[in-house]
């Protein structure tokens, strides 16, 4: 009886050092980030680094407001291509897919999760780049816009990030419509609702939260991707006046410039890193909320 | 009626997603009839390395997009240049683009783009060597004044010999003058070289060919960057660092010890399909300083 109460302690123990691990590994990246960060942040001026529109590390001007701005753009833009599309390929899985269909399309949408993202990149370099900049060029030469723009954008990133987010929504819309009792949906049925309107006003309405969780998860992986965005994006820093013009996001900027950078410019895109990592901590407090609130419904 | 309006959303959005997508695939239809056809007011699609890399430091250099201002070097690339931080994505990009312009270390040059001349003058080892063909930098090596492997050692000695030189010569880089036949002391052990991905290439067959001369010699090449070479060579982790820049002087204030080992061109590379063949270095000034915007501008 001793010896297993020893070891009973003893695998208790194991456990709990496993599960420190991680708790660890964040707060050695917070200590990390702020510690490096934070200081270049102070040097800069804070407010002159946030709100900032030069970004010349060689002239030491620091303005990451560019590059923030980057940031959203395309996260909007992946939203807009990405939400619609894969709520609506959720919808036909959870509720109107024959089984035939199903397996593939399932492994389908895993598929495209399990892509690394720098082939989601050359694929957008090679296919994506060259059909915008003909767009760009039609549109040019109809006069609809006065500048063409190449081919590497705002609109060719949002494109790329929109597919990258579909398994991310996908899957969480899917099991969050499977989640809803179905006796609601018979409800609805019963009540005289067609097969479609019990799906948008009754089966849809009950899995927002859900819905919602996955969308912000979708944010998420858009605003953290980079090896894509830095091949399609163009990464100009300035603020861009049109769709068709590049963009550089936060996560590009480090990335393209740490590997030269020294003294103050590398903290300065570790101060970025700083910056981004509080983007993501907004998105995951936000995702944590709306679970806190669907729990309690 | 709020699943009429739910419906009419997202039929909006699936319709504006098929739109773009569709005008997308429309045009690559009238992309091979188009190809033909050079339009010289179209916009320039500008190809620039991110702030910071040996290659631009070297470029706006040698085309005089530095300028100095108030005793600051400021670097003048006009900011609708898109920046990579990669050759392939440079070589791609100006391959795909018939408007492209952009610029590559000349022994990383393939096929599937133009050099285009400057000042007359053709992108080879042997312009540069004699100094017709300007836009050259040096590929250095760095190492801490008091380096106690031998191997390292012998290694820079077989680097700046005259065996060593005809493997740069070979690789498309400009060797340098004045070295004297190898004479190794054949050492064993370890040595490990890191630092600009620029010079790796040349690097991984240089070491090759030391192997063959003293096989008692292990060399371990690790790819990063300039500054990575450097910071690493000063704390020790790598014996030799390699930069493709200039060392700077706080890299030099920390004991390094830079030597030259090759010169490197950068060739200024277009489309196949542009009909430019010899660009002045004023043109390509203009260009990344974005005062000409099109390539009817350029010529004129």
Redesign the interface.
Known sequence: MKSKAWTEKFMQGVFFIAACASVLAVALICVFLFANGVPAMKEIGFVEFITGKMWKPNNDLYGIFPMIIGSLYVTAGAIVFGVPIGILTSVFMAMYCPKAIYKPLKAATELLAGIPSVVYGFFGLVVLVPWIREFGRTLKQAGITDSSGNGSGILTASLLLGMMILPTIIGTTESAIRAVPEHYYEGALALGATHERSIFTIVIPAAKSGVIAGIVLGIGRAVGETMAVIMVAGNQTWIPESLLKGVRTLTANIVIEMGYATGLHREALIATGVVLFVFILIINFSVALLKRRSEHE | M??KK??AV?SI??M??AA??G???G??D??DS?ASEWDSS??I?VVSR?????TRGAFIELFGVQEEVDG????MTT???????STS?ML??VA??E??IGYVSLGSLDETVKAVKIDGAEATAENIKSGTYKVSRPFNIATKEDLDNEVAEDFINFIMSEEGQKVVSDNGYIPVDDVKAFEGTQPSGKAVIGGSSSIAPVMEKLAEAYKEVNPNAELELQT?????GMTSAVDGSYDIGMASREL?D?ELSQGLKATVIATDGIAVIVNKGNPTEDMSTEQVKSIYTGEALSWDEVTE
């Open positions: 709020k699943m739910f419906i997202c959005a699936g504006l997603a773009v997508t005008c997308g695939s045009s690559t009238s992309k188009s179209n916009d699609t991110e702030d910071g890399s040996g600051d070097k400021v670097d900011e609708g240049a898109q920046i990579t931080n994505v791609t990009t795909g683009d408007y492209a990063s960057d300039s500054t990575t700077k706080e």
